[in-house]
């Protein structure tokens, strides 16, 4: 195909009337090229393309308002009579026609000149080859960043095979996707026409390609429906009609009081692609889709067959409690194979007993503060033991304390040994730690966490100027306790001066553990916070918190002021027993999950809450600077002393960052209160911990630029 460079008025360019981005629509009609140039038929294409109120193409009259036209993307072109047919750059060319007619009737066009619409720079492409044009819309479109809707990418696939013959391997190569994708959008398109032939066939809209696509993909429905994958067409005729009505709005009459006819809509069963998969799970279950059709509820349809699974294993039982005690009848007549029989029988009833009593289950803390009153926080800390930091020495601790070192030096760890001693023998705490480490979303397992904690910890510390110790074993008892699927025992003994506090916890295989104390206290408030694991209990306590004591405003309005500026206010909101966070915004008329906006967000907003929520005691930060952006940290770390500060908060933070320890210095806030502490190994190779005081630290960063990590 040649090509070449040609200027040309806007009014002497055509809009593509078959372009791929409309041809899926309802009142889409394909047009020769003889009549392109039609003014009904241009206009209805303009029409298409911008959208209700120009809405398909606001970002370009944006732009074009802003920056002019730039010629950086090719508009592609070919001649047609004494005009040009647009083939590539159709949304471009729309929007310039639209701000020609604003430009002439004196309306706003910004920085577009009368030269911009009167010399548009074109490719006028000759020996046009049908299936070269595919193609490049195709990686423009498909391959490339414009992505169309899928159903419009699946019809350009569909057409090079149909219409022009290409083999599968050819279309893939050319367009540079894999055969599954191109097989999947094939079928998906052609269980979509066999929609628009039925009686709903008018409802279609773009949206619902994931619906027809999860069909096809699900084998349990695709099987229903009869799919056969060499003729892309499903067979069964009666249940291929119900897909489509439940995928349907249906239009009802009856009679109203005066014996007139009344319509009612019934909107869809299914309305997302999720749901799809939802139903392919009882789909083979008469009764339950029976029942889900008469409530037009799939949860319906699902409870439904849930309950006849529920009814047979009933029965299930049923039968066996009575057989087996016609085996105690019997049982003197057992023999050597049969006794076998038995063991094989007993190890699948043991299988039906859920591991599930055997967890752990992580009650809210329930603990006393050991002190009325907190004059200071730790001062130093000793490690005997704590996973592999071993006589580890953490002096001169301050209000805000930064740990810095390599991977794996043990920074998460150190964080650890404060939390633990702050919460004394709270058992609970030590479960928390355990359950975060093994990614457990639930509770843990009792035979899990017996497993994985084998080493004894013993860790002490100057608390409030009072030497406090801890020590966390893992023994058998030789207490008064039910030894049946006894598996250990966990014992906590925290030495606060001269007093001595408790807590075991006894573990079972097949029973909810068994936490026995006679007093549990804690120093102070304690929290513990990381990237890498969410608390979504603990934030809502501290939210909780935070909203009664007024505290929120605060940190609000630090993300209001620093990161979005339309943000009013984040609430904790509860819908069918789930718990989320969602923000309202000014420029937005609803509210939207916290999860919608940036991890930075989100990450200020744990942090914050949990500061004010530690008042009076102590919180560890795990990768302070984790999904906050460097340009942000000065401003942050700021708020992070002046929390600290305001609420008596000790500060335990860990980062692998430069920018972030140079922005706790640069920050103008006092430094009297900074320590950092690099670990690292001393020429015996023993790991130690030494410091630098804020003043010294910032000395040394603004002279030298150090780096202590």
Request: charged residues 30%; hydrophobic residues 35%.
């Amino acid at each position: 195909m040649e090509s070449k460079r040609i200027s040309r008025h806007i009014d002497r360019l055509i809009l593509d009337p078959n372009n791929y981005r409309f041809i899926d629509r309802q009142d889409y009609k394909l047009v020769n090229d003889e009549e392109a140039a039609d003014n009904r038929v241009q206009q209805r294409t303009l029409n298409f393309i911008l959208g209700k109120n120009q809405s398909n193409v606001q970002d370009l009259i944006s732009s074009f308002r802003t920056n002019g036209f730039l010629d950086i993307d090719q508009i592609q072109v070919k001649a047609l009579g004494d005009k040009y047919l647009v083939l590539e750059g159709n949304r471009r060319i729309a929007t310039l026609k639209y701000l020609w007619e604003e430009y002439k009737s004196g309306g706003d066009v910004g920085n577009l000149e009368e030269s911009d619409f009167k010399i548009v720079h074109l490719v006028e492409m000759s020996d046009e080859d049908p299936v070269q044009h595919l193609i490049t819309m195709g990686l423009h479109h498909i391959s490339g960043k414009k992505r169309w809707s899928a159903v419009n990418e699946a019809q350009l696939i569909n057409d090079l095979i149909e219409r022009f013959s290409l083999h599968e391997e050819e279309v893939c190569d050319k367009l540079g996707i894999n055969k599954h994708k191109l097989r999947r959008s094939r079928r998906t398109l052609s269980f979509i026409e066999q929609y628009k032939r039925s009686d709903y066939g008018d409802q279609f809209e773009p949206n619902m390609f994931t619906i027809f696509e999860t069909a096809i993909a699900t084998s349990s429905l695709k099987n229903w429906v009869g799919w056969d994958d060499t003729a892309y067409f499903a067979r069964n005729e009666g249940n291929v009609e119900r897909f489509f009505k439940w995928i349907s709005k249906e239009e009802e009459y009856d009679l109203d009081e005066d014996g007139n006819e009344r319509s009612n809509i019934i909107e869809p069963i299914i309305t997302q692609y999720r749901q799809v998969k939802e139903i392919s799970a009882f789909i083979n279950d008469e009764n339950a889709v029976k029942k889900m059709e008469e409530s037009r509820s799939i949860i319906e349809g699902y409870t439904y067959s849930d309950a006849i699974s529920e009814n047979r294993l009933k029965s299930a039982l049923s039968k066996i409690s009575s057989e087996i005690q016609v085996a105690f009848n019997f049982s003197d007549h057992l023999n050597i194979d049969e006794y076998e029989e038995i063991e094989k029988l007993k190890i699948k009833l043991d299988r039906l007993i859920p591991s599930s009593l055997a967890n752990l289950g992580i009650s809210a803390n329930s603990s006393s503060l050991f002190y009325p009153s907190i004059r200071k926080q730790f001062s130093s800390v000793y490690i005997n033991k704590y996973r592999k930091l071993t006589n580890l020495k953490v002096q001169k601790l301050s209000q805000v304390n930064i740990f810095v070192g390599g991977n794996n030096m043990g920074k998460t760890s150190l964080l650890e040994v404060f939390y633990l001693l702050s919460q004394l023998n709270d058992l609970n705490a030590f479960v928390q730690l355990e359950k975060y480490r093994g990614k457990y979303l639930g509770d843990i397992n009792s035979n899990w966490f017996n497993k994985s904690f084998n080493q004894r910890i013993r860790i002490g510390a100057c608390f409030n100027k009072v030497e406090t110790e801890l020590s966390i074993t893992s023994n058998k008892t030789e207490d008064d306790i039910d030894k049946s699927d006894y598996l250990n025992t966990i014992s906590i003994e925290a030495k606060v001066g001269e007093e001595t506090l408790n807590s075991n916890l006894h573990l079972y295989t097949n029973k909810v553990a068994d936490l026995r104390f006679s007093r549990s206290k804690i120093l102070c408030q304690g929290t513990f916070t990381s990237p890498f694991r969410y608390n979504i209990d603990l934030l809502q306590e501290a939210h909780a918190f935070a909203v009664e004591n007024k505290y929120l405003d605060e940190i609000i309005k630090f993300i209001r002021d620093n990161l979005d500026e339309s943000i009013e206010k984040i609430e904790l909101i509860t819908i069918e027993k789930e718990s989320r966070f969602v923000v309202t915004s000014n420029k937005l008329n609803d509210v939207l999950d916290i999860t919608k906006y940036g991890e930075g967000l989100q990450r200020i907003f744990e942090i914050t809450l949990l500061m004010v929520f530690s008042k009076d005691g102590i919180i560890c930060i795990d990768e302070i600077d984790s999904a906050i952006h460097k340009s942000l940290l000065v401003k942050f770390t700021n708020f992070i002393q002046l929390l600290a500060n305001k609420y008596n908060v000790q500060v335990f933070l860990t980062t692998h960052s430069k920018e972030c320890i140079d922005a706790f210095v640069q920050n103008d806030y006092s430094d009297d209160e900074l320590m950092a502490y690099a670990l690292e190994f001393n020429k015996e190779k023993e790991l130690v911990c030494n410091y630098l005081e804020g003043n010294e630290l910032k000395n040394l960063v603004e002279s030298i630029n150090v780096d202590i990590r």
